[in-house]
């Protein structure tokens, strides 16, 4: 069965295809960055070109599937089928194997240079280790799987609706990133790591903070741990906190070229992985300087590989401790002749409901341009029941608007 599809010169075909190729097809077609149709154009055209018929695809349980395709090439593959003693279906089949079968999966592209990117704002409750942990999922999910993303995403309308985040039409399904990625448990109270199911370091091993102040005990990525979930595969890993680092700042105080702390600890690590994510304390001290020190600009590292990424609220206070968290960087800036990227603005806990102190300050952040927000996250629910299910978010609610947001977020920053 056809039918003229409107203003253009393909047919819209209805045949059959079992749920498990089409659903293989579409995530390689995205993959390839193609549309289905001419996934499916492609395989035909392959398929045609055989001198011989290929092995059968279990055809078992397929429903009703439709795709536009020119209407010669479809005229001439139902010609084919019948002389080649196979079902339409069967041939379709066939055809769509063929085109999975030479497109692989591509390689996720790897930085030349590992991105170190610093989540801090010295005021403390604005949610610094919900956006590190939520950003670095998003950079995780799976390469070969289709996720929903924001990929469109208008701040100002935030400020005329406050529904406007829940537009289907502003959603689009997209591979995940497939990155491999470190998330580092930099504050002593262990959020993170109590966040993602896993316990603190114990005071009386190894540490970050003893690899930081030159009394290691053993090799850093024995600290390591996977985040358990098979949404991300084995992509994931954590250097859970140890309540050790209340005390960082006083033993930094005496280690040689103590804001270089933190990348010679975690030197030994980065080649593993792809991203290295650093949530940081609510302080202005001098674990913060290593912090800030370990995201510059590197020797032949392109601007905005790392960098920091200040996450703010939607209201007065935020905008005090922003100014002294600024003020703090640009002091290193200057006085140690290096570059630290600006990697943007992410506004959370944003509910528009809260009215004109709300709107108002997010159009104030709007304002400062640079750095410009690169995200806009909503006060909902899901963040706390996978904070009390002890779940990655994006694990326990991949679909929620906090995780869309997240991976519009991941997105952003990785332009």
């Not at 018929?53 to 090439?73: H, I, M, R």
């Not at 993303?149 to 997209?174: I, Q």
Request: charged residues 25%; hydrophobic residues 40%; proline residues 5%.
């Amino acid at each position: 069965m056809t039918s003229p599809e409107t203003g253009g010169d393909r047919l819209k075909v209805v045949t059959k295809l079992t749920s498990s190729l089409r659903q293989e097809l579409k995530v390689r077609a995205a993959l390839h960055g193609l549309d289905m149709q001419y996934a499916v154009e492609a395989g035909i055209i392959a398929w045609r070109g055989l001198g011989s018929n290929l092995p059968p695809v279990d055809t078992t349980g397929s429903e009703t599937y439709s795709t536009f395709l020119p209407e010669e090439l479809w005229n001439g593959f139902r010609s084919d089928v019948r002389t080649r003693g196979v079902s339409l279906t069967q041939g379709l089949s066939q055809a769509i194997t063929l085109w999975l079968d030479t497109n692989p999966v591509p390689e996720v592209k790897r930085p030349a240079i590992v991105r170190r990117i610093v989540v801090c704002n010295q005021k403390g409750g604005v949610g610094k280790t919900a956006i590190t942990a939520g950003l670095g999922e998003a950079l995780a999910e799976d390469p070969a799987a289709l996720v929903p993303v924001r990929v469109s995403k208008h701040f100002a309308a935030l400020l005329e609706d406050e529904d406007s985040t829940n537009d289907p039409l502003a959603l689009e399904d997209l591979p995940g990133l497939g990155q491999r990625v470190l998330l580092v448990d930099f504050d002593p109270q262990g959020h993170l790591t109590k966040q993602l199911g896993h316990e603190p370091l114990a005071m009386d091993g190894d540490s970050l903070t003893n690899h930081m102040a030159g009394d290691a005990k053993g090799e850093l990525s024995d600290l390591i741990v996977a985040v358990g979930e098979n949404h991300f595969g084995d992509r994931l890993h954590l250097l859970p906190a140890c309540t050790d680092a209340f005390l960082l700042d006083v033993r930094l105080a005496s280690v040689r070229a103590r804001e270089s702390a933190l990348e010679r600890a975690l030197r030994a690590v980065e080649a593993d992985y792809d991203v290295i994510l650093i949530d940081c304390p609510p302080s202005l001290g001098l674990s913060m300087d290593a912090a800030s020190y370990y995201g510059r600009r590197r020797d032949n590292e392109a601007a905005g590989n790392s960098g920091v990424l200040i996450v703010v609220q939607a209201e007065d206070s935020s905008a005090d401790a922003y100014g002294l968290l600024t003020s703090q960087i640009e002091d290193m800036r200057g006085d140690l002749a290096i570059d630290i990227d600006y990697l943007g603005l992410v506004v959370n806990h944003y509910d528009a409901r809260r009215g004109y102190i709300a709107t108002s300050s997010l159009q104030s952040w709007m304002d400062i341009k640079d750095p410009r927000i690169v995200g806009v996250i909503g006060d909902l629910k899901e963040q706390k029941e996978a904070v009390r299910a002890k779940r990655p978010l994006l694990a326990y609610a991949p679909r929620c608007e906090q995780s869309v947001a997240l991976r519009a977020l991941a997105r952003e920053i990785s332009k």
